[in-house]
């Protein structure tokens, strides 16, 4: 054992002050309910080369400098190389559903089936059989955001032609894996990409065109998900019974003044433009949604010498074929925003063409990333808006594929209480959403497994219950103080202690020498004892 006999251990107290949070639930989760982590593919797997893997967007990105002190994915998180040591940690943290992605280029190196690489395959098959055989559900997202570069040479997700290619390599995939898969996202935070990506060039491509090309990505990504769906639809589900959905990303907008009319009618444009743009055409009409499309017209015509919004239009066709077509609500949350009313002009982008501006409430901590502040409540109130907006008609159950937020690297590599705070906070709004307003989840996802490659921001930000050492070349990874948190939620399932009435915190004997000795799975059952001082 770790002790002070045998050891220089430290003794950590994490103080949650339970009584002090305002109505929170000490209930558990409704049994059966899904614990998950991530990752993403091009965040932590590296082996860019390896298996004959094609180049990627994001290779391409980290190749031409464009991340946080030129750092690459070349190498990232080893998990190419790396699948029992991070199903190990799986294990530890007594998730039951695992969500990852695979990477279109390892698979396709060149986007199209013809360049099929088998071993790029099988990495994918052993992973997944290795978590079914720790009793752990894959969840596989088909694209998050690493498209094949010479996709991207082709024009990308602004081409037409992408959306065959996308069918195929779906087609592919439910045929290789869905035997033992049997939920899919097809793409996870889309927005992201038409924004990031094609938008505002933060993200790879690196394309600034948020007149034509970000909406035109929407579009094709739009029918590339129906066609995935129809695919399975069609050909899979029958005889591998599983559900194919799409994880949409969405903040929380709050009004900046609720008693004005006009900056709840902007917070209402806000999700318009952000949730609504994707999750309209599929659960409503099949259409984008009639603000968005208002705000648009109302641009085109107030700036005819520089409309800063091409909104492209479904035939009735494409529509039919998009509508309906999700067996689940994926989301993906992270913060809120407090939206006011503003003249935007012409200014391409949502919050010009939207009319609105966005700030965040003083209150709400921030995080090592400039635009995720922590405010558990927006994600109720999420909950309760798109169970009345999206699912009224077409009853599906929501999954949260993905909450977490960011730490800062250096200093600490084990301390992130601020992680547990926003976990806690975030997780408990869940649990209301779904024991106080009927909400129907069934999933949630923390984001993520371990420390990976952050875009822009490369590895200078953490999102890992598990830290991982990019100095090492053998990329250890280290469970972190959230990452016991998140694990004892799993056991109780909640918030509700069969010890005492009051869960005011965890307390640990930690010893970092046990850390650099010791597998991680022991490592997660230590003891924790009921704080009530």
Known sequence: GCNAQSFNYCHVTIKFLCNIYHGFLKESFPPGFQWATSTESFKVEGGWLEGGKGETIWD?????????????????????????????????????????????????????????????????????????????????????????????????????????AFKDYADFCFSRFGDRVKTWNTFSSPWVVSHAGYGTGEHAPGIKDYVISSYQVTHNMLKSHAEAWHVYNDNYRKTQG?????????????????????????????????????????????????????????????????????????????????????????????????????????????????????????????????????????????LRYISKQYLNVVSVPIYITGNGMPTEYGGDTFNDTSRIEYMRGYINEALKAILTDGVNVQRFTVQSLMDGFEGKQGYSERFGLHYVDFESPDRPRTPKQSAYFYSQIIEQNGFALSKGDVYEGTRMLLCYKCFLMAPPIILMRLDSTTITD
Request: aromatic share 12%; glycine share 8%.
């Open 242 to 382: 599983g559900k194919v959905g799409i994880a949409l990303n969405s903040d929380w907008a709050e009004p900046k003044n609720p008693a004005l009319p006009e900056d709840v009618a902007a917070a209402d444009r806000y999700l318009q433009f952000m949730l609504g743009w994707f999750a309209h055409p599929i659960f409503v009409d099949g259409d984008y949604p009639a603000e968005l499309k208002t705000q648009i017209e109302l641009k085109r015509n107030k700036c005819p010498s520089s409309e800063p919004a091409r909104l492209p239009v479904f035939t009735p066709s494409e529509s039919k074929r998009i509508l309906g077509t999700a067996d689940f609500f994926g989301l993906n949350h992270y913060t809120s925003r407090l939206v006011s009313n503003i003249d935007g002009g012409c200014t391409p982008g949502p919050q010009g063409v939207g009319d609105f501006q966005e700030s965040v409430d003083p209150s709400w901590s921030s995080t090592a990333s400039d635009w995720i502040f922590s405010a558990p409540s927006g994600l109720r109130m999420l």
């Open 60 to 164: 391409r990105f980290g190749h031409e400098h464009q991340a946080f002190e030129n750092q690459t994915v070349d190498l990232a998180c080893d998990s190419y190389n790396k699948v029992d040591y991070d199903v190990y940690l799986l294990r530890g943290l007594q998730v039951n559903t695992y969500q990852f992605s695979i990477s279109w280029a390892r698979i396709f190196p060149s986007g199209h089936r013809g360049s099929l690489s088998e071993k790029g395959a099988l990495y994918y098959d052993k992973l997944i059989n290795a978590l079914i055989e720790s009793g752990i559900q894959p969840v596989v997202t088909l694209y998050h955001w690493d498209l094949p570069q010479e996709l991207q040479d082709a024009g990308g997700w602004t081409n037409p032609s992408i959306v065959e």
